[in-house]
Nanobody
Framework: QLQLVESGGGLVQPGGSLRLSCAAS????????IGWFRQAPGKEREGVSC???????NYADSVKGRFTISRDNAKNRVYLQMNNLKPEDTALYYC?????????????????WGQGTQVTVSS
């Protein structure tokens, strides 16, 4: 069983930065694609970014150029660096994993989810 734990959320002013971290419980998570998703109150969960086992990444149009995803398989961690944050980025952010080589921004294939970390962008 793969367990995921997110950290790094918080309150930040518009234009600020945060780095989210997703840690996995397994000794190895090779062959897993990892995604970051977010859900704001009253809205559906949406894909933000994902990274494949070999490092290929995808981004939602709304975060391109501002967010960067990376992974460190030796540490079983995936990071989401978020720069130039906007109030509309406010949401509960989840990381999720799926055992396949490629990644996508649709949440349905992802079978493992963390509990989420809150990101609030406000002045």
């Amino acid at each position: 069983q793969l367990q995921l734990v997110e950290s790094g959320g918080g309150l930040v002013q518009p234009g600020g930065s945060l780095r989210l971290s997703c840690a996995a419980s397994r000794a190895t998570w090779d062959s897993y694609a990892i995604g970051w998703f977010r859900q704001a109150p009253g809205k559906e969960r949406e894909g933000v970014s994902c990274i494949s086992d070999y490092g290929t990444s995808n981004y939602a149009d709304s975060v391109k150029g501002r967010f960067t995803i990376s992974r460190d398989n030796a540490k079983n961690r995936v990071y989401l660096q978020m720069n130039n944050l906007k109030p509309e980025d406010t949401a509960l952010y989840y990381c999720a994993a799926v055992r396949r080589l490629w990644c996508g921004l649709g949440p349905e294939p992802y079978g493992y989810w963390g509990q989420g970390t809150q990101v609030t962008v406000s002045s």
